[in-house]
């Protein structure tokens, strides 16, 4: 499964991690979150997370 990097702020989400803090699973796929998931760390929206490179 795919990392993603928030454009906002150092944060990078692994599904393997997941964010329990927020109730996110670990092995929960990016493309699952939910559309009002927002980072944890400085709040940006998911529509603007990118694929890590």
């Keep these: 499964m795919e990392r993603y990097q928030c454009p906002a702020c150092p944060y ?5 991690e997941g964010d329990p803090e927020n109730g996110i699973e670990p ?14 760390v400085c709040g940006a929206p998911k529509d603007i997370f990118e694929p890590e490179e």
């Design 12 to 16: 990078v989400y692994d599904p393997n």
């Design 27 to 40: 092995g929960t796929s990016f493309e699952d979150l939910p559309e009002d998931w927002v980072c944890p």
